[in-house]
């Protein structure tokens, strides 16, 4: 070798220094910039509208029955709590309780 010739670099063993590196530079979940919750429904006739669907849905719907100590518990079915989750917290509170809806 030259004497003002460089050394070549050996590549890091293992090849988790480079990632730990980029790990460090991604942002952290905790310094990403907040979204603003988006309102489920746009105007009051709307949600009411989407209430009153809800709970026909609801009551025409088969509900799951579990046996639980001793007793038969009713509870709405996972399909309608997967179609109207963003919905669901404006649902009346006795619905909730009676379907045990959280």
């Known amino acids: 070798m030259a004497s003002g010739a460089e050394k070549p670099q050996k590549a ?52 799951e029955q579990q046996w639980v100590n001793g007793a038969w518990e009713v509870s709405a079915p996972m399909w309608f709590v997967r179609k109207f989750r963003p919905h669901l917290h404006h649902l009346p509170d006795e619905v909730r309780q009676r379907y045990k809806i959280r």
């Open 12 to 63: 890091p063993s293992g090849g988790s220094a480079g990632k730990r590196i980029e790990a460090a530079k991604r942002k952290r979940s905790n310094e990403r910039e907040r979204v603003q919750p988006r309102l489920c429904c746009s105007n009051d006739a709307e949600r009411k509208a989407t209430t009153e669907r809800m709970v026909q849905t609801l009551l025409n719907a088969r509900l």
